[in-house]
Structure formats: C-alpha cells, structure tokens
C-alpha cells in the first residue's frame, strides 16, 4: 500500500461485514484511522483488535439515532476529526423478501429500518463533522437492484437500495458548497454474509455467475479499489456519481 489516506479519519457502517471490513483493512493499510460501526458482538471485536490502533470500535444499532448519534459522538471526541463516512450496512431478508404483493409489512419496513434510514441516519450525523473537518467524502454502498430489474423478487431490497441511492444525489447538491462529496458504489454479487443463502445453493449461484458478464461473484476485496480512491484526494472531482463494479450487470 502507499498511504494514500494518510489525512483520512474514516467511520464505515457495517464494518464487521463483508464489504465493510475489506474496506476497513484496506483503509487502514493506506494511513487512514477508521471507526469501525457495527452492531456489538465478537465480529466486531475481532476486527477491531486485528487492525489495533488506527481503529476505534463502535457498537451501534444503525437503525437507532440515539446509538448512532452517540457513535458520532464518541468518534468525535476521540478523534477530533471525520472525514469520510462509508456507509455499508444493510441487509437482505431472503426468503421473506419477494414480489411486491408476496412481501409483509414487517419485511418492508425491517429492511427500509437497515438499509434507509440507517444510511440517512449515519449521514445525519456525519455531515456535521464532515463539514467541520474542512469538508471529505461520503460514500454510499448501492446495488444494481435499485437500478436494474435484476432485483426481481425482492421489493423490499430494490426500493431501500433505490432510495439510498436518491438519497446521494440530493446529498450531492446538498452539501458542494461544505466541500463533502457524495458517490455510490454499485457491487454486484459479493461472497459476503449477506447472500450466503443465495451461493450456498449451487443452482442459484451457477446463475448468478451466468448472468453476471464478467463470469464470477466478485470478492470483497474487488471493492477495496474504488472505495480508496473515492476516499481519497485523487477523486476531488468526482461527486454525485454511480459508480458501478459489478462485473457488467449494469452495462448489459
């Protein structure tokens, strides 16, 4: 690595995932100190004394303002410093998810709960502390889901990623003037807790490679990449953009 973020103080929602802990290791290798928000348990834990001082634990419920605004808050105290928010929490409730006339109330709401309001919630309480940093960047974990039909089956899931990434545009034009860039990054299929149901069942992931151009789940370091730069000077013109790494689902 060559230190690119040595300037960054970085929160990442979602960071005992996935998504999130790539990125968090990636952060760290490049210089960054980063809080790690997630909620409490041994995931958490672990990562955060693997990656030693240049992380901060943050147990959190995403979808409780209280415990986010308290997160913040810690950080804040701690550090004195934030920069970049990665918001990657968020989850996918298969086999309650479905079509919209096949999908409960409960289910709608619990995945708005993680995937919406969580992400407005962290960026509620980020861009404050972004704007008194001297400005950064925000980036938002989106999905070919809210822009594709390829969420076909799950409602609920395709609406909160569709609304998030609504969401980051409005934030864009917000929040130019404070010098906070806004940008999604679209992954596509990720071996991550999230769809291991779907890629332990050898027919469902045979097909989602089938239909993914560039043949092959993508692994949560493919991700690590553009994340960086997103997080970093080198992108001080990029705001308000998609951008998408998803082995060409979108481009079909």
Partial sequence: MTGRLREVSAIITGAAGGIGSAAARAFVAEGAVVGLLDLPGPGLDRLAAELGASATALPADITQESQVAAAFASWWQERGSLTVLYACAGIQLHGEDGPADRTGLDVWDRT??????????????AIPLVRRSGGGSVLICGSPTGLTMSGAGYSAYAASKGAVMSLARVMAADHVADGIRVNVIV??????????????????????????PIGRLAEPDDLVGIAVFLASPESAYATGATFAVDGGITSR
């Fill in 112 to 125: 708005f709960a993680a995937n919406a309001t969580g992400t407005f919630l962290a960026c509620k309480h």
């Fill in 187 to 212: 992954p596509g299929p990720v071996r991550t807790p999230l769809i291991k149901e779907l890629i332990d069942d050898e027919g469902t992931r045979s097909e989602l490679e089938r239909t993914t």
